[in-house]
C-alpha cells in the first residue's frame, strides 16, 4: 500500500482510479475502494502532522524563558519542514477528492485549480450569462485525473450507450461484449503504475470501463454479456466516443455431394486475369463458373447479408472426381452477418436445386469445427477406372491373375508418398506416409479394371496409381509392372465417427 503518497504525488488521480490500483483487493467498486485507501493514508498523516505539532509546542514551551538554542531552532526547522510535506501530501488527497480533512491542514495554494481553457473558449459560445458564471466552476477531481479524465461520468456512458444502440441497430444478435481501446498514453501510464510502483492488483481501466458501460447495455438492448462467445464484440475509445463493430461469424456445418465432374471445391480466378475480368473469362474472373464453395454459399449469403464467406471442408477433391456416399464434412463460415438466424431447411433445398451439388446435416457450428473438420483424421474410399498409359497401350496387358492378387498385396500396405509434381506449387515438398487398409480389383478388360481402395485421408489416388515417376512407393504401376494411369475417380465416402467405414 502507497502509505508515503507516492502515486498521487505523481499522478492526481481520482478515487475511482486510485481504488483500482488495488482492484483485486477486497470485494467493492473502485471509488468506494480507492475512497477508503486515501482515508487510511490521510488518518495516518493527520497522526503523524499532530504528533509533530506536539513536538514543536513541546520544544518552544521548554525555551519560554530562554532564546531558543541552536540545536532547538534547527529541530524546529526539521519539523516545519516535515509538516509542510504532510501538509502538500493531505493537499494533494483533498485535491484528488479525499473530503474531511481539516482545513487548517491544508496549503490553499496548492489547491488552486487552474481553469481549463478550452472548457472556458467552449464557453463562449452560450450566453454571456453563462459564461460568467462557468468561469468561475472548478474542475471535479474526476474531470482532473490524468487516468480517467472523467470517463465514468453518466453523460459519457449514457451518450457512448446510445450511438452503440444505434450501430448495433441493423445487426440480429443474441449476445454481445465490450471492448476498450485505449489511447498510447492511457496504456503507458498504466504500464507506469504497474511496474515502477510495483502495483501487481492493479486492473486496466478497459476492464471496469466495459464493465460498466456493460451494465447499461445490458439493459437497453435487453441481451446479456458474453465473454467467451460473444456475437458481436463493441471496441470502444472512452476518451473520444469512437466505436469499431467487429462482427464475428457465423458458422453452418454439415455434408456436401458433388455429383457431377468438373465443378472444382472452390471459387478459382481466371488465370489469365486473376480475377480482374477478361475476354476469355466472359469477364467473370472466374476459371470456372462455379464451384461447390459457390453453389452452398449464394443462398446462405443472400439471407445472411454477410461481407464474405469462407468453405472450410474435410479435404477436398479434384475438379475431375465425384463426391459420393454420405458427403463430405464441410463447415461454411459468413463474415460480418446482419442475419444470423436462418432456415436451415429451406437453405438445404434452395442448394439441392443445383445441378451438380447436394448437401445435407445442415446444423450451426462454432469455430472449433473448423479445426476439427482440418485436423481431424479422416479414412476415406475411393473408386478409380485404372488404364494403361496411351502411349504404352499396344505393349502391355493387365493379367486377370494379378489384377486378381493385387487386392491382397495392397491390404494394410504402407505408401511413402513424396509431395506430387501437381500440387508442389502450393504444398511443402514431404514425404508423407498413409495406409492402404483394404483393396477390390475387378477385371473390366486387359487394358482396364476397377479398384476400389479404403486408405487414409490425404493419400493420393491418382500418385498411387501412377507412381509419379517413383514419387510414390510402393504404386500400382510398380507391383503390377504396368505403366498404367487413373483415368476416372470418385470419392466413394470419407469416414469419421459420424459416418464409419464398415470393412
Known sequence: MDYENKILQKYNLCNRCYGRIYAKLMRMGNKDRGTSIKTVIAMNFEKKLKELFEEKNTIIEASTQTPLSESDEEKIKKIDEEIYEIQKNLTILRKTGLNGIKNEYIIEELLKDEIDEE?????????????????????????????????????????????????????????????????KRMKELEKDLEVNFNESNMESLRNEFGRELGKILTNKLK???????????????????????????????????????????????????????????????????????????????????????????????????????????????????????MDLGKITEEVNKSEGVEISNLEY???????????????????????????????????EERINELSEKLENLRIDQRTPHRVSHRRADLVRVRNVYKAWCEPIDKKSFKLTVYCDGGLYIKELISGDEGRTKPSISEILEVPCYCKLLTVMDVHDEDNPANY
Open 119 to 183: 472548457s472556458k473558449d467552449e464557453s463562449k459560445d452560450e450566453t454571456e450569462e453563462d459564461e460568467e458564471s462557468f468561469s468561475d466552476i472548478p474542475l471535479t477531481p474526476e474531470q482532473k485525473c490524468p487516468w480517467c479524465k472523467d470517463v465514468f461520468n453518466i453523460q459519457n456512458l449514457e451518450e457512448i450507450s446510445d450511438k452503440i444502440v444505434e450501430a448495433l441497430s441493423e445487426y440480429e444478435f443474441d449476445k454481445f461484449l465490450i471492448g476498450t481501446r485505449l489511447p
Open 223 to 341: 441481451k446479456p454479456v458474453d465473454k467467451e462467445t460473444p456475437d458481436i464484440v463493441v471496441m470502444v475509445n472512452p476518451y473520444n466516443q469512437k466505436i469499431y463493430l467487429q462482427i464475428n461469424p457465423i458458422f453452418i456445418k454439415g455434408r456436401y455431394k458433388k455429383t457431377k465432374r468438373g465443378i472444382p471445391q472452390s471459387h478459382w480466378d481466371c488465370r489469365s486475369c486473376r480475377g480482374k475480368g477478361c475476354e476469355k473469362c466472359n469477364f467473370t474472373g472466374k476459371q470456372y463458373p462455379t464451384s461447390v464453395e459457390e453453389i452452398i454459399a449464394e443462398p446462405v449469403m443472400k439471407i445472411a447479408k454477410g461481407s464474405g464467406e469462407a468453405l472450410h471442408a474435410a479435404g477436398r477433391e479434384d475438379i475431375d472426381v465425384k463426391m459420393l456416399g454420405n458427403g463430405r464434412p464441410f463447415v461454411i463460415e459468413i463474415k460480418e452477418p446482419k442475419v444470423r438466424k
Open 365 to 399: 457450428g462454432v469455430k472449433n469445427d473448423v479445426r476439427f473438420f482440418k485436423n481431424e483424421p479422416h479414412t476415406k474410399t475411393y473408386c478409380a477406372l485404372v488404364s494403361i498409359v496411351e502411349d504404352e497401350i499396344e505393349n502391355y496387358n493387365f493379367e
